[in-house]
């Protein structure tokens, strides 16, 4: 579940050699990755092919079974990338998102995944940036439906901060002593969230 990215193999943002571990949280997107391995070796793809092959040697897998060829070589650019996406969202029915819309896919959904500072700045690293602020400057737009959604939730009174939440987990795993201050103010939060659960939206 790591992806090494050599730059004297493949052309890097910063010809900065990195690597990439897979992003938590994405089961079907794995899943999709792993079948596509195994249908690759039953055509007759080795362990130091391309992942993703040229056109040409999807189109005659013949090549790919070859006993005498050498390694298949991955895309040379990136304008096979691009028509993949295309067609897949032609496939989707659903309007065109560019290769880094990927990028942008994995910030929006990061402060679901990392609880500390420390998760967010191994999110940032995995993306390949040098500084959480990167991530934060160039990844953090924010969708109008997104807001909207926000804003429905501050309206509502359904905000739980970070220190609630731990609060409410240590409830739930019977961490608590139940002596004040800590156990009653979780009783509280957890008495409001039901409460705020039960409101109709």
């Not at 792993?34 to 055509?43: A, G, H, P």
């Not at 999807?58 to 090549?63: D, G, I, P, T």
């Not at 967010?120 to 959604?149: F, P, W």
């Amino acid at each position: 579940r790591k992806i090494l990215l050599d730059k004297t193999e493949v052309r890097i943002k910063n010809s900065k050699s990195q690597s990439t571990s897979w992003f938590p949280g994405h089961k079907r997107a794995e899943d999709i990755v792993v079948s596509w391995i195994e249908e690759l070796i039953t055509k007759g793809g080795q362990p130091d092919d391309a992942l993703f092959p040229p056109d040409i040697n999807l189109a005659h897998e013949q090549r790919l079974t070859r006993t005498s060829r050498g390694t298949v070589e991955p895309w040379k650019t990136d304008a096979s990338v691009r028509r993949a996406f295309r067609n897949g969202c032609e496939e989707a029915q659903v309007n065109y998102f560019n290769p880094h819309s990927t990028k942008h896919y994995l910030r929006s959904v990061r402060d679901e995944i990392c609880r500390t500072p420390e998760h967010r700045q191994a999110y940032s690293y995995n993306l390949g940036h040098e500084t959480e602020k990167i991530t934060e400057v160039s990844y953090a737009k924010m969708t109008d439906a997104r807001r909207d959604a926000i804003f429905r939730t501050l309206q509502a009174g359904n905000v739980v901060i970070e220190e609630d939440k731990g609060l409410l987990l240590a409830l739930r795993e019977h961490q608590l002593t139940p002596d004040p201050p800590d156990h009653e103010l979780a009783l509280k939060l957890d008495d409001q969230r039901r409460l705020n659960r039960k409101q109709p939206k």
